[in-house]
């Protein structure tokens, strides 16, 4: 990432103004997901003008499906990476190659909705001081039925602008909530941000997307417009809930918003972001424990009701009331530990009264 | 003795998966054997390692050797199954992969059966090493020796040593005479890895077995190996409990002691109860260790409480489990007495 007062430098380079919107695209062995993806884009109101995949030095089927699609479509091209580098590098030789005033960084398992880009586009060029668009997003299982609507934390039901000081007032009342994964940037001002910070792995976008709201002001569609896949278990990604690899990204970005990026960021919300760090992974590793204990418990149980006695199955559940009990306890005191500002609590408080 | 010998054809059959670095020291240990077996059958279970081009490269330089191969994996009890129905020889030594064997098992497991040819099989001590070859110290409990010189075990015996003691005979040491292994094979699926040792208890209780205390073979045990099916498929374990119990009382329930037979429920469930236990205890710190590792990013008084809390009751927790199933599966009252006076030699 580059630091903010060398921007300059980086101006608008790379713009070709006969290309107006460029999606960027890095694979890594999603060959299953990836035509959805790629079809999802190319028949869109407004298709985009390029498509740029690089492919990550995938050793599934990944490259014969981009590259027939690719035969069929000429926007789509695709540049492969002998070998795997990694998300964050993979991406970043994909955003090089584009070209477009409008870039949106597509992921190889996720697939727009119709008018996504004709949508973002249309506010954007309406608002042209905005830095970058956003949607909210909705999860589909496995079957394609949505199970889950980003809950709008921003309380709009009509497309808005907002300012540098909204987006900041939104921040600090509502926390984080712009997804990386719906949002639409204006080249210029996603130019300043690159190359990507590598330490700040699956926040990178989230970031990058604040601190150009902060700095230029964000356009917002209430329309569920990109499609996740749900379905995994929660807690399928064990190495997500390492603390060593949440807290090398939390500080990262915790340096970069007091200090790098501190005259765009608000005062103070640098150790607000450190608790809510805290909180998520803290409740994430309670719930975990949680299922754990509920497993292992089933299991005593299954195993005692395999030999027969009388009055066993109850002093066995009896047993379990300590275990229990203090997981719900300590997980309220680790809440309490790490709660949120005085400010968002109130803020919580009214709404539900309100409510 | 010395006429039969060139007729005592010993068949090795091991399965194998993934277990290419012990392979070499595997081989390398039956081909030096004072007694040459007279076959060597390994069957690759869709080994994902360099284990085959090993075993390919293996039964290149050595005769003995053959190597047959499930393209995917099916399982050990596949495996040794087909290895089992290419095996020629009058003896069968059953074993694994990342098991091995000292100098003269072989020349003494044959030299104690052909003493005793009334003796369906023989088994030898053991030793149990790590991956990396460092050895465990044994456990007590489980180190009990019938006798302290070689012997013959008669059938009355075994049976009076399941009684009060429990099952004896130790896994992958066991050299079988193939007519008493006959109507074993092939394995049945549903006992799983049970089955290796209901098979040679029962041949112990039909012919009588012979066994010699030198420490002749060496198992490999790896920290995570212990019965891990038994703590992932509780349902499985209980049913595979079930259909032992069901092959003791009904098949073979002229030769099983009832009342180890009434034991066994309870002692099965006494083992898994101890796995789960060990299991849900390392799970926990490791959840735990997760907890402390954030509180030490964002420093809480009151976060340290709260882990300090969580972890005495989760102590707590396991303790009183532990407590209580050991209790709840207790051995039958009649049963302990029996120990007691075979402890005291009165058995």
Request: a negative charge; hydrophobic letters at 25%; aromatic letters at 12%.
């Given at each position: 990432m580059v630091d903010g007062s060398t921007r300059q430098s980086w101006?608008?380079?790379?713009?070709?103004?006969?290309?107006l919107f460029s999606v960027f695209m890095a694979n890594y062995n999603h060959g299953h997901f990836i035509e959805t993806a790629l079809t999802a884009l190319t028949t869109q109101?407004?298709?985009?003008d390029e498509i740029i995949v690089v492919d990550?030095?995938?050793?599934?089927d990944s490259v014969e499906k981009i590259s027939r699609l690719s035969a069929t479509n000429s926007s789509i091209s695709l540049i492969r990476n002998e070998t795997n580098q990694g998300a964050i590098a993979a991406s970043q030789r994909a955003f090089d190659a584009t070209r477009g005033k409008y870039v949106y960084a597509a992921s190889a398992d996720d697939w727009v909705l119709p008018g996504f880009i004709e949508k973002t586009v249309e506010m954007l060029e309406n608002n042209q001081s905005a830095g970058l668009c956003f949607t909210l997003r909705q999860e589909t299982d496995t079957e394609g039925n949505v199970v889950l609507r980003d809950r709008?934390?921003?309380?709009?039901?009509t497309a808005a602008f907002f300012s540098p000081a909204d987006t900041r007032r939104i921040l600090l009342n509502d926390g984080f909530f712009i997804a990386g994964t719906s949002t639409v940037y204006r080249r210029s001002n996603l130019m300043h941000y690159?190359?990507?910070?590598?330490?700040?792995?699956?926040?990178i976008d989230g970031f990058v997307a604040h601190t150009i709201a902060l700095e230029s002001g964000a356009c917002f569609i209430p329309e569920s417009l990109m499609s996740r896949r749900g379905?995994?278990?929660?807690?399928?990604?064990r190495g997500s809930n390492d603390p060593d690899i949440v807290f090398n990204r939390t500080n990262r970005a915790a340096f970069l918003m007091a200090d790098t990026y501190g005259h765009i960021w608000p005062r103070g919300f640098s150790e607000q972001y450190r608790n809510m760090a805290a909180r998520d992974l803290a409740m994430t590793l309670f719930a975990q424990q949680k299922i754990e204990f509920a497993e292992y418990r089933s299991k005593l149980k299954k195993l005692n009701n395999h030999v027969p006695g009388r009055l066993n199955g109850f002093s066995l559940a009896l047993l379990s009331i300590p275990g229990g009990l203090a997981t719900r306890i300590a997980q309220i005191l680790l809440l309490l530990a790490y709660r949120p500002s005085m400010r968002r609590m109130w803020i919580k408080l009214t709404r539900i009264r309100a409510a | 003795m010395t006429t039969s010998m060139t007729n005592e054809r010993i068949s090795v059959v091991f399965p194998n998966y993934n277990h290419g670095r012990f392979l070499e020291g595997m081989l390398s240990a039956l081909l030096t054997q004072?007694?040459?077996?007279?076959e060597i059958i390994v069957t690759?279970?869709?080994?994902?390692?360099?284990s085959l081009t090993i075993l390919r490269r293996l039964e290149q330089e050595h005769p003995e050797i053959t190597v047959l191969v499930h393209e995917k994996n099916q399982g050990a009890v596949a495996a040794v199954n087909l290895a089992m129905s290419h095996a020629t020889g009058e003896f069968i030594f059953a074993t694994a992969a990342d098991d091995t064997i000292q100098p003269g098992f072989f020349e003494e497991s044959l030299a104690l059966l052909n003493k005793h040819p009334e003796a369906g099989m023989s088994y030898a001590g053991r030793r149990s090493v790590t991956e990396e070859g460092i050895l465990v110290q044994p456990n007590p409990r489980s180190s009990?020796?019938?006798?302290n010189e070689p012997v013959y075990i008669d059938p009355e015996h075994v049976v009076r040593i399941l009684n009060n003691r429990g099952l004896f005979i130790l896994d992958s040491t066991n050299f079988y005479r193939v007519d008493a292994l006959e109507e074993f094979?092939?394995?049945?699926?549903?006992?799983?890895?049970?089955i290796t040792s209901f098979a040679a208890h029962t041949i112990a209780l039909q012919r009588g077995v012979c066994y010699t205390p030198n420490v002749l073979t060496e198992r490999r045990v790896s920290?995570?190996?212990?019965?891990v099916e038994a703590m992932r498929d509780i349902d499985g374990a209980l049913v595979r409990t079930d259909a032992a119990i069901n092959m003791m009382e009904n098949d073979y329930g002229h030769l099983w002691p009832r009342k180890f037979v009434m034991n066994y429920r309870r002692s099965e469930a006494r083992r898994i109860a101890h796995l789960l236990i060990t299991d849900s205890t390392v799970r926990q710190a490791e959840t735990l260790g997760r907890i402390n590792a954030l509180i030490g990013y964002r420093p809480s008084l009151l976060a340290r409480f709260s882990l300090l809390m969580l972890r005495g009751a989760l102590a707590l927790n396991n303790k009183l489990d532990a407590v209580f199933l050991k209790w709840r599966f207790r051995p039958t009252f009649g049963a302990m007495i029996d120990r007691i006076r075979w402890k005291l030699g009165r058995g």
């Open positions: 101006g608008d380079e790379g713009e070709d103004s006969s290309t109101s407004l298709p985009p990550d030095g995938s050793t599934d709008p934390s921003v309380r709009f039901d690159l190359p990507w910070d590598p330490e700040l792995g699956a926040f379905g995994g278990t929660r807690f399928s990604l | 004072s007694v040459r077996p007279y690759d279970d869709g080994s994902t390692d360099d009990w020796t019938p006798a094979v092939p394995w049945s699926p549903e006992l799983g890895p049970f920290s995570t190996q212990y019965s």
